[in-house]
T-cell receptor, first 111, second 110 residues
């Protein structure tokens, strides 16, 4: 089975950098994804790590270390609009392109 | 570009009543389609997925069912709703490494 753990809440100051961690236990997966979800909205895809290392997309970066069963999402130059819930997800090697989601981290950006 | 539609946006239903939520996708053919449910303040739970017309796989046993009568249409149903069925229902389709979600239906069962 799969298990992905994230901190439930994180608070950071506007303009700062914040890291949201995701630790997992899984029997095997293709890659680690990150999704953003604003209150009342649907999740939106942010990034995907198929291989170990850092993937950068603008202010957002995502990291994966399979040997450590660990990944993180890094948000730089935080803006108020970044306040949202962030979910890590893995795509197991079984099932039709399914995604198994983490518990989610609620990020609050304060002035 | 691909778009995904869901309706209704919100729904309030009494316990024991039936349910039908519809999802349609535009701009792609033969998509893999998914139904997820999200309880308040929680993560997403996969309910059903479909790789083609008439092909449904259930991930969680419950009083819900799904059907795919057309290539780009995915329907979530229930004959009798339970209080525990309340939640945010999201339809999604997959494209390579990412999933793209519809706007969701917020269901409240009273």
């Amino acid at each position: 089975g799969q298990s992905l753990e994230q901190p439930s809440e994180v608070t950071a100051v506007e303009g700062a950098i914040v890291q949201i961690n995701c630790t997992y236990q899984t029997s095997g997966f293709y890659g680690l994804s990150w999704y953003q979800q604003h209150d009342g909205g649907a999740p939106t895809f942010l990034s995907y790590n198929a291989l170990d290392g850092l993937e950068e997309t603008g202010r957002f970066s995502s990291f994966l270390s399979r040997s450590d069963s660990y990944g993180y999402l890094l948000l730089q130059e935080l803006q108020m609009k970044d306040s949202a819930s962030y979910f890590c997800a893995v795509r197991p090697r079984t099932g039709a392109n399914n995604l198994f989601f983490g518990t989610g981290t609620r990020l609050t950006v304060i002035p | 570009s691909q778009t995904i539609h869901q309706w209704p946006a919100t729904l309030v239903q009494p316990v024991g009543s039936p349910l039908s939520l519809e999802c349609t996708v535009e701009g792609t053919s033969n998509p893999n389609l998914y139904w997820y449910r999200q309880a308040a303040g929680r993560g997403l739970q996969l309910l059903f997925y479909s790789v083609g017309i008439g092909q449904i796989s259930s991930e969680v046993p419950q009083n819900l069912s799904a059907s795919r009568p057309q290539d780009r249409q995915f329907i979530l149903s229930s004959k009798k709703l339970l209080l525990s069925d309340s939640g945010f229902y999201l339809c999604a389709w997959s494209a390579g490494t990412g999933k793209f979600f519809g706007p969701g239906t917020r269901l409240t069962v009273l």
